[in-house]
Structure formats: C-alpha cells, structure tokens
C-alpha cells in the first residue's frame, strides 16, 4: 500500500486523553471510578457566559466572522492584557483561534523552518514536541530537577542554545509541576533569550489559577528587547471553565500575528462565531464565578498536597498553581505489589485503575518516567475517596 505521511505516522496519541476516556468507560459499565486524570475544570461553564452565547445564537450571529477573529473579543482581550499581565497588545497584534493547542499550532507553524530546534524544558505538557514535530521542527528537551523546582534555568537555556535553536517554550503556570517562575527567574531567562536572539513561547493558560501570595507574571512585560521575542499565549478554557468552547489566543508582533492569521485562514478560518461572544462575555462581565472556583480550586490544593505528604513511598512539591499535583513515585518501583514487581510508574497506573478504581496520568509522556500527575479539578468528596485508595495500595505493597 502507498505510504502516509511520516510527520503524522510520528505523532503519538494523547495518553491523558486516553487515561480519562478509560475512566469513563468504566464509569459507564458501572464501576466507582475516580478520575485524577481531568486537564479540565469540573465547574459548568458561568451561566452569564452561556447566556451570551444562546443571545448570539438568537441574535444570528451564526455567519462567519473575520478569519482571526471579531474586533470586539480581540479589544476585550487586549484590555486583559493591559490590567491583567501588563502587556500592550493592540487588537491588530491578537490572534483568536480554536482553543490553546490551536494557538500553539499557529505559532510554530509561523516561527519554524524544517529541522529548526525548539527546546522544551521536562517535564512539559505532552503536547509540545507533538506539535513542534509537526510543524517541521525539532524537540530538544532539557530535564529540569527537583532542586531547581522543575524549572528552567537561565544557565541551563543558555548550553542548550545551538545555532538552530529558534525558540523557548515557557510555562508558566506549569502542567505538570503546578510551579510558577519568580521574577527573578523570569529576567534571567529573557537576559539569555534576549542576548542569543531567539523567540519565547510564553504559555501562560493557567494564569487566573494562582494560590498564595506569589502573583503570575508575563515575561514579555519586562521591556522591548524581550517583547519583541515573545509570543504570548493563552485561552478561556481553564480559567472560565470553558474546555468545550474552543477559545485560545494569541499577542505577538504585528507582522506575526498577520503571518498567524493568513495561515488560519486557509485551514481553519474563523474560531466559532457563538464561542466568541461567549469569550465576550466571559472577559467584560461579572468575575464572581470564576472567584468561586478559584477559591474551591485552591481549597482542593491545600488537601490533595496535605495528604500525599503523609503518604508512604511518594513525595510532592507544594503546587502554586494550574490544578496539578506533581507526585514522585520513584520508591514505589521494585516494590512488590502481591506477586509482582512494579517496575514503571506506567504499570503502578494499570494497577490503580484496574485494582483500585482510580486513575492517575503516568509522566513519560510528560518527559518524566517516575512521576504521575493528579488533578485536583474533581470535587472535594472524590479527591478524598480517590486518595484514600491510593494510599491502601501504598500500604498493600511489600
Ligand atoms: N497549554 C497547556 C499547558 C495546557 O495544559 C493546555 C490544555 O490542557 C493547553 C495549553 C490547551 O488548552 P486548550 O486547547 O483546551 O485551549
């Protein structure tokens, strides 16, 4: 038979959906599953946002709108911005696409030529080097470590930059770690960025979602030299409770963003008409909703961290935002559970959700063999229940 494309045949299928369409299957044969797996918030949507969008469809506003997206979702997303990240990006600078990983097609498919490097700091939310292979570019991953907070090191950007090093992918808040850049942090990376001439991917979709005292901070706003370099992304989905909607964005320079918004308009136009008065809405009405999960969001944090750190065999960081727990598991291989030796953290998975009803996101796909991911984007009742199981199969091993 004839051969099909190489780059697709290379793409592998995403493991956390996988993981939580496992679980629902279960769930629909009637077993009591609990799903840590969610890259979703279990909030409906703000009725006020859902209201906008029955409005628009009312209203006939059903057509296609302009291939990058309607004026007045991108003046709402400029003004977000400005209050909100300290960034000034006229309308004409903003992209609107069908969600985050649109968006961050868009970006690659712009900055790339075929064999550019793009370096991508583990652990890394698994779509990256997909979507970086697919664009013609080439993953460099650089393992960060627990001593640094799994975060990217001015130093360690600065040894991985070769002469094909076009880009940074950036972070912040992170999935999988839950960890946030200081600004310290932050400069010290644009110094390097800025200095070698190359462009910051700043994915910033958690940024609503930060608990305690340290704020969110947007690594384009430090100045020219570093603005000039960035591309800063985001979307409605985590913060607004909006996962199905579809809405991603991008600022980025002029001359990017025009590149962005022509590709868009050959392969998919526009993002959903209906979906972007949502986002309207969403952005310029009332943010009491989203104060509430916030609020749930981090009190969920505070027990899902309490408890693994009295857990036997694993160990966490505190998480300061997105709504991940980042677990390390590395004790738990060679342990025995009943006859067999649990040798990956891939495996202690199977386990759970076939012995224990529960289900966690194993990090190889995230660049990191002996951590799984547990998300707190479940209720208080399930969390409880879900890590009562796993510490039993703590306990159970020998
Ligand atoms: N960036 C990160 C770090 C994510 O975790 C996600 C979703 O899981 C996205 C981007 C994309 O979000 P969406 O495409 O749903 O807007």
Same mark, same amino acid.
């Given at each position: 038979s004839l051969e099909l494309s190489k780059k697709a045949a290379a793409v592998k299928p995403s493991s956390t959906l996988a993981i939580t369409a496992k679980a629902k299957e279960l769930r629909a044969q009637g077993k009591d599953v609990v799903g840590f797996?969610?890259?979703?918030?279990? =909030? /409906?949507?703000p009725q006020n946002i859902c209201d906008a969008a029955i409005a628009a469809i009312n209203d006939g506003f059903t057509k296609y709108t302009p291939a990058s997206g309607i004026n007045e979702l991108k003046e709402a997303i400029s003004k977000k911005f400005k209050a909100f990240n300290h960034l000034d990006y006229a309308p004409d600078q903003i992209v609107i696409s069908n969600g985050g990983k649109h968006s961050l097609t868009n970006i690659f498919t712009v900055l790339l030529n075929p064999g550019d490097e793009v370096i991508i700091p583990a652990p =890394?939310? %698994?779509?990256y080097p997909e979507i970086v292979k697919l664009a013609g570019g080439v993953p460099v991953i650089i393992t960060t470590t627990k001593e640094q907070n799994f975060k990217l090191t001015a130093k360690d950007l600065e040894n991985a930059i070769t002469d094909k090093t076009k880009a940074v992918v950036l972070n912040t808040? /992170? /999935?999988?770690? +839950?960890m946030l850049y200081t600004e310290e942090e932050l400069r010290a990376i644009a110094k390097v960025v800025v200095e070698k001439d190359i462009y910051v991917v700043a994915d910033e979709m958690y940024e609503n979602l930060v608990y305690g005292e340290q704020k969110h901070i947007s690594?384009?706003? =430090? +100045?020219k030299d570093i603005y000039d370099r960035t591309i800063t992304c985001s979307g409605l989905a985590k913060s607004y409770a909006m996962?199905?909607?579809?809405i991603g964005y991008t600022g980025s320079s002029k001359e990017i963003a025009k590149m962005m918004g022509s590709v868009q308009s050959h392969q998919t136009s526009n993002p959903n008409s209906i979906a972007q008065k949502a986002a309207v809405e969403a952005l310029t009405g009332p943010q009491d909703s989203v104060a509430k999960m916030h609020a749930e969001f981090d009190k969920r944090r505070k027990y899902m961290y309490e408890r693994i750190c009295k857990m036997p065999l694993v160990s966490t960081i505190e998480p300061m935002g997105a709504f991940y727990v980042f677990v390390?598991?590395?004790?738990? %291989? +060679?342990k025995k559970y009943k006859d067999t030796v649990v040798e990956s953290v891939a495996q202690m998975a199977e386990i759970l959700i076939n012995d224990y009803n529960t289900a966690v996101v194993p990090c190889a796909d995230f660049g990191f063999e002996k951590h799984l991911r547990l998300s707190y984007a479940i209720s208080i009742e399930q969390i409880e229940k879900g890590l009562d199981r796993i510490e039993s199969f703590l306990n159970d091993l020998k």
């Open positions: 797996g969610a890259g979703e918030p279990d =909030f /409906n949507t =890394f939310w %698994l779509s808040p /992170n /999935n999988p770690t +839950g690594i384009a706003s =430090f +100045g996962t199905g909607w579809r390390d598991a590395s004790e738990v %291989l +060679g």
